[in-house]
């Protein structure tokens, strides 16, 4: 083969990579978070004394409706999740055809996390133990969603007055 035309197959064949690469949509990236502390007064707010649970379990459940000018589709699922070290859970979605999350109304979504098991025993009674409330972080750029859950507690089944007071 000539060179001359070896590199003419391979800039046509690599024009059309880019070419096919170009026109595929964007794969959406959908990430859930929250977080699991110890609210050691039961005043369900952070102060001095409260502390993130790492090895807490909790559950999550969500609804994702594709909003699709043809069809109306919903994803449902159930996992499990461990928060970390730091008391965090998270869920990363995987990709689904229809979901762009992104987009202005393209996505109706409910997601609820619910307490399980706490990691630390002196801490172990549900305070917050379920949320269906979340906001959201969106770029449109990236078609990224994070999807922030608002934190979830337990507490001791006594207070400590030499801690928190009366």
Known sequence: MEPTA???LLFSTISMILQLEASRPIIPHI???GMVYCDTCSIHSFNNHTFLLSGADVRIDCKFNAASPRTAEQISFSVNRTT???GVYRL??????GIYCARDAA????C????????????DVPGFATTSDEF????????????SMFSLSFRPSKKDPA???K
Do not use: E
């Open 31 to 33: 990430t859930l978070m």
């Open 136 to 147: 959201s972080i969106k770029s449109a750029k990236g078609n990224v969603c994070i999807y």
């Open 6 to 8: 070896f590199f003419f």
């Open 163 to 165: 801690i928190c007071g």
């Open 107 to 110: 996505v109706l979504n409910t």
């Open 84 to 86: 970390n070290r730091y």
């Open 112 to 123: 609820r996390a619910t307490l399980i098991r706490s990691s630390f025993a002196g801490c």
């Open 92 to 97: 990363d979605i995987p990709s689904v055809d």
